[in-house]
C-alpha cells in the first residue's frame, strides 16, 4: 500500500526567457515551507512533453533493444534521435521478438527542467512519462489480481489516460491523449477504449473504471 503523506501544488508562467526556472524555485521553496523531508527526487513528465509509439523489437533482451530503439523510433516517430531522449518498456515477449512501448521527449526539453531543479538542490534520480508514474500509483491501490481484469480510465478536461489490462502480458498497455473540455467524455472513452482494445488484439473492451477530475 502507499501513503500521501505531504502534497502541494505550484504554478509557474513557462516562457523562453524563464523556462523552468521559475517552477523549480516554486518547488524548492514550497518544500522549504511545508519542511518536507526526502531521500530521492523523481520527474513525472505531462503528457503533452512526450510522444508514444509501440513497436516490434527483434530482441527481448532489454540491453539489446536499448542499443537499437532510439533508431526505430527516429524511423516512427520521423523526428531526429539526435534531438530526442528515449525510454522504453518490454510490454511482452513472443518467439518473434518483443512487442516495445517507446516515450520520446525533446532532449533539450528533459535536460533544461533537471538543470532548473539541480540548482535548487533537487536532483532528479528518474524521469519518466507521467502515466507510467499514474500505472504504478493505481497497481499499487488496486494489486495484482484487479490490474489483470480492469482497464482503467483517468480523465480530466485536458488530458486522458488509458491504462489496459494486463491480462497475459507482462505490462499492462498506456495511452494518452488530449481532451476539450466541450468533449461527450462518454463518447471520447467508448471511442478510444475500443481501439485501444482492437490494437491489442482483444475481442471485448472488459471492464473498466473511471476516475473523472
Given at each position: 500500500?502507499?501513503?500521501?503523506?505531504?502534497?502541494?501544488?505550484?504554478?509557474?508562467?513557462?516562457?523562453?526567457?524563464e523556462?523552468?526556472?521559475?517552477?523549480?524555485?516554486?518547488?524548492?521553496?514550497?518544500?522549504?515551507?511545508?519542511?518536507?523531508?526526502?531521500?530521492?527526487?523523481?520527474?513525472?513528465?505531462?503528457?503533452?512533453?512526450?510522444?508514444?509509439?509501440?513497436?516490434?523489437?527483434?530482441?527481448?533482451?532489454?540491453?539489446?533493444?536499448?542499443?537499437?530503439?532510439?533508431?526505430?523510433?527516429?524511423?516512427?516517430?520521423?523526428?531526429?534521435?539526435?534531438?530526442?531522449?528515449?525510454?522504453?518498456?518490454?510490454?511482452?515477449?513472443?518467439?518473434s521478438?518483443?512487442?516495445?512501448?517507446?516515450?520520446?521527449?525533446?532532449?533539450?526539453?528533459?535536460?533544461?527542467?533537471?538543470?532548473?531543479?539541480?540548482?535548487?538542490?533537487?536532483?532528479?534520480?528518474?524521469?519518466?512519462?507521467?502515466?507510467?508514474?499514474?500505472?504504478?500509483?493505481i497497481?499499487?491501490?488496486?494489486?495484482?489480481?484487479?490490474?489483470?481484469?480492469?482497464?482503467?480510465?483517468?480523465?480530466s478536461?485536458?488530458?486522458?489516460?488509458?491504462?489496459?489490462?494486463k491480462?497475459?502480458?507482462?505490462?499492462?498497455?498506456?495511452?494518452?491523449?488530449?481532451?476539450?473540455?466541450?468533449?461527450?467524455?462518454?463518447?471520447?472513452?467508448?471511442?478510444?477504449?475500443?481501439?485501444?482494445?482492437?490494437?491489442?488484439?482483444?475481442?471485448?473492451?472488459?471492464?473498466?473504471?473511471?476516475?473523472?477530475?
Open positions: 500500500t502507499c501513503e500521501i503523506l505531504n502534497s502541494f501544488s505550484v504554478s509557474a508562467e513557462i516562457s523562453e526567457e523556462s523552468f526556472a521559475n517552477l523549480a524555485d516554486s518547488i524548492a521553496q514550497k518544500c522549504r515551507e511545508k519542511e518536507i523531508v526526502f531521500s530521492d527526487v523523481a520527474v513525472a513528465l505531462d503528457c503533452t512533453m512526450f510522444a508514444q509509439q509501440n513497436l516490434h523489437s527483434e530482441f527481448t533482451e532489454a540491453k539489446q533493444i536499448a542499443q537499437t530503439i532510439e533508431f526505430d523510433a527516429e524511423e516512427a516517430l520521423a523526428v531526429d534521435a539526435v534531438e530526442m531522449t528515449t525510454a522504453f518498456e518490454i510490454v511482452n515477449k513472443e518467439e521478438g518483443s512487442e516495445v512501448a517507446v516515450f520520446a521527449a525533446g532532449r533539450a526539453l528533459v535536460s533544461e527542467i533537471i538543470i532548473a531543479l539541480q540548482n535548487n538542490n533537487l536532483d532528479p534520480v528518474t524521469v519518466e512519462p507521467d502515466v507510467i508514474c499514474l500505472r504504478r500509483f497497481s499499487q491501490l488496486a494489486g495484482d489480481e484487479a490490474e489483470q481484469n480492469w482497464n482503467w480510465a483517468v480523465v478536461n485536458r488530458n486522458c489516460y488509458l491504462i489496459s489490462a491480462q497475459t502480458k507482462l505490462k499492462s498497455g498506456v495511452r494518452t491523449f488530449l481532451t476539450g473540455s466541450g468533449q461527450d467524455k462518454n463518447a471520447l472513452l467508448l471511442r478510444e477504449i475500443t481501439m485501444t482494445a482492437a490494437a491489442s488484439g482483444l475481442e471485448r473492451p472488459g471492464n473498466l473504471k473511471v476516475f473523472d477530475t
